[in-house]
């Protein structure tokens, strides 16, 4: 009797160790992410910058000098289970800004408005302004092949305001001034010329500060007559 009920209590024991087992699986990783890291460097190279625990894997970015990449290293066994080039490194630029320039003016023709360098994808973007059009040249940085072209619009500047032509007169505004000097000599104050049908005329304003005098001398556009003399005294 004694020997029955402990082989039952066995086969209970282990019965329950099963049951246990499998509704309670491992879940403690047999590697560790020092490990994961060491596998992957030893596999492809690089510096490990960043490592994640994701669930039974462990994800680790490693930048090796073509780019950035991100392995998955199962946290069981330690098998690396994918591999991913996140980020891609373009070679450090070696044209210049005025290379880039030329480059740029060979496709467009206008004036260098602006060259901006793009660390991240090595290119330079040059803009040239053209007659009518902004045109934005992306070239690489590396090899100088242009990439893109793009234009926009530009508002034409207006015309240059041609200045009045002044009418015809036998008078000029110098004469004019030199002939009202001959009724008040002073300082000049203000000409104005006013155009009527006879020809015009000019209001010559003139100053004496040692007299204490002023006036307004009209003078004939063609005639070159005094008109009238408006004294302000």
């Not at 039952?8 to 491992?26: E, M, N």
């Not at 669930?55 to 289970?81: C, K, M, S, T, W």
């Not at 234009?151 to 009418?167: D, G, L, Y």
């Not at 010329?193 to 001398?217: C, H, K, R, S």
Request: charged content about 30%; overall charge negative; proline content about 3%.
């Amino acid at each position: 009797m004694r020997k029955w009920m402990l082989m039952a209590s066995t086969t209970i024991l282990f019965g329950v160790a099963v049951l246990a087992f499998l509704l309670f699986p491992r879940s403690s990783p047999e590697v560790t992410a020092e490990q994961a890291n060491e596998t992957v460097i030893s596999q492809y190279g690089g510096k490990v910058t960043k490592n994640t625990e994701s669930g039974d894997i462990y994800e680790v970015e490693f930048l090796r000098p073509d780019g950035l990449y991100l392995a998955l290293v199962n946290r069981q066994n330690g098998q690396i289970e994918t591999i991913e080039l996140i980020k891609k490194t373009e070679p450090a630029k070696e044209l210049t800004e005025q290379q880039a320039e030329e480059i740029a003016l060979e496709r467009a023709i206008g004036t260098i408005e602006g060259v901006t360098y793009n660390e991240e994808r090595n290119e330079y973007d040059v803009k040239v302004m053209e007659e009518t059009q902004l045109s934005t040249i992306v070239l690489s940085a590396a090899t100088g092949e242009v990439r893109s072209i793009s234009q926009e619009p530009v508002e034409a500047a207006a015309p240059a305001e041609e200045p009045e032509q002044e009418p015809d007169r036998i008078i000029t505004r110098d004469e004019a001034v030199r002939l009202a000097k001959n009724t008040l000599n002073g300082e000049l104050q203000e000409v104005e010329f006013v155009q009527t049908d006879d020809g015009g005329y000019y209001l010559v304003e003139i100053e004496n500060d040692q007299t204490e005098q002023e006036a307004t001398i009209q003078i004939h556009a063609i005639r070159g007559d005094t008109m009238s003399v408006e004294r302000n005294d």
